[in-house]
């Protein structure tokens, strides 16, 4: 079993630096315009050939209302009858990505994901499921790994057995802080109530994994008011739960600009925030998975950390890495093998591209061998807090020490300071240097210079 956390203030405060998520290598802050949909359809191609299985990400989104901190791809609307255009979009997407692909590669992953994906009436959810069933492999023993993001006030009892009956088998839900004046600081009034009666709808419909995302940092929270929220999160016993740090980038994303500056958390009250949250998870027995997530020591992804098999995506932590990803929908992005790609950003260019048979890919990336080198590095170290030097060289036919030996120095430096192990055989992320995780993965980020990394969030 992992070692615990070990909170250290000082390496928190000469580590906490601003740097990518790495929810992919390179990250997508890399994807340019001269990558697009011709690239996809030979990335599809070989992925046909190899019969690869497939992960599905559908990217719906709408939300009836705005929420404050949101830094998603999302359109704001009271009108439902602006989901049917996008659909039928979304439909032509599906049939023209599906034609590429073998109908014997199964959809072992499927994620809805937003937006707010229960936006949509009931009708145009069976709508869209048959659409990819008819169009995808998809598994229909509930073997698959179905997934969709719920607003706990944008469903009910009737939603959640409709979702079970197209075969979704998890939710994730948004729950954020149960304080009422943060929630009105960030205009998302969700009650305690609300969120429980949906868990009590998971449950009873055995759903087989139920997340809760939380986020700190956010206008008018306090390190007790927060602790309250964690403590009342954990009666309800999720599966995994997602605590986020609270990004204020107004310059970047409109709707934060309605939240005052003045009322955001102080540096040392959102540390200890954190502080007080892995103490009160840890207690309550949820392990630490790495990058805000945690999880009961039964769940699939604690389970593939002990087996060393956890790999992360687009999608996050996920036990389906080996899978092809494709992504459909306004913004989504696939990663085919070394190919990534995206679709536009915007919803009037992508249904516009479609709407003449055109597939909406905008821009993307394919992999170079020094990527593939430093992909393979940085999922090591982001999944299992360790490194085995002779993996990497043995699948690449390097020399580590050789090939990395400009990053020495700063390696050498994180050892004396106690963040990781650096030995001839590998690095091992210390206790105390599980939480800047990030931070060691920066080092081997060969696009990570001073002119870009204003563009992340900082890592605490």
């Known amino acids: 079993m992992l070692d615990a956390l070990r909170w250290d203030s000082d390496l928190i405060r000469r580590y906490d630096l601003s740097g990518p998520r790495y929810t992919s290598y390179p990250t997508a802050v890399q994807l340019h315009s001269e990558v697009g949909s011709f690239d996809l359809l030979h990335a599809l191609r ?17 939300c009836a209302n705005i929420c404050y901190y949101c830094a998603c791809n999302k359109v704001i609307t009271k009108d439902r009858a602006r989901a049917q255009p996008y659909l039928q979009r979304l439909e032509q997407e599906i ?42 492999n998809l598994l229909d023993d509930d073997s698959g790994d179905y997934g969709i993001e719920i607003d706990p006030r944008e469903a009910d009892w009737p939603t959640m057995g409709l979702l079970r009956e197209l075969g979704f088998n998890r939710v994730s839900l948004g729950v954020q802080d149960l304080d009422p004046a943060v929630q009105r600081a960030i205009n998302r009034l969700q009650s305690l109530e609300q969120t429980r009666a949906i868990i009590d709808a998971a449950r009873t419909l055995q759903f087989r994994s139920i997340n809760l995302d939380l986020i700190y940092g956010l206008p008018k929270q306090t390190p007790e008011g927060f602790a309250r929220t964690v403590e009342e999160v954990i009666k309800l016993q999720p599966d995994r739960l997602s605590v986020f740090n609270y990004a204020h980038l107004p310059e970047r994303f409109m709707p934060q600009r309605r939240i005052d500056s ?8 959102k540390l200890e925030m954190l502080q007080r949250t892995i103490e009160q998870l840890t207690a309550a027995g949820y392990r630490y998975i790495g990058m805000d997530h945690f999880a009961l020591p039964d769940d699939e992804l604690a389970i593939a950390q002990e087996e060393s098999t956890l790999q992360r995506n687009f999608q996050g932590y996920t036990t389906h890495g080996h899978c092809d990803l494709i992504g459909l929908g306004v ?9 990534y790609c995206q679709n536009s950003s915007d919803l009037n260019t992508y249904q516009d591209t479609l709407s003449s048979a055109q597939l909406a890919s905008s821009r993307g990336l394919i992999c170079t061998a020094d990527d593939r080198v430093r992909r393979a590095v940085i999922q090591q170290l982001i999944c299992h807090f360790e490194l085995d030097f002779d993996s990497i060289e043995e ?35 210390l206790p105390a240097g599980r939480l800047l995780v990030r931070s ?14 204003q563009k992340f969030s900082r890592v605490i």
């Open 46 to 62: 070989d992925s046909r050939r190899a019969v690869r299985p497939l992960s599905l990400y559908v990217h719906v989104p709408f």
């Open 95 to 136: 049939q023209l990505i599906a034609c590429h692909l073998d109908p014997k590669q199964t959809v072992e992953q499927l994620h809805f994901g937003g937006g707010t994906p229960t936006f949509l009436s009931h009708v145009e959810l069976r709508q869209l499921m048959a659409s990819l069933r008819q169009h995808f």
């Open 262 to 269: 003045n009322d955001l958390p102080a540096p040392s009250a």
């Open 331 to 339: 913004s989504a992005i696939s990663q085919i093998g070394d190919l």
């Open 395 to 429: 699948e690449f036919t390097i020399d580590f020490r050789g090939y990395f030996k400009d990053l020495w120095p700063d390696l050498q430096a994180m050892h004396n300071d106690g963040l990781i192990n650096l030995s001839t055989q590998g690095i091992q992320v």
């Open 440 to 453: 060691v993965c920066m080092v081997f980020d060969a696009y990570l210079g001073l002119h870009n990394q």
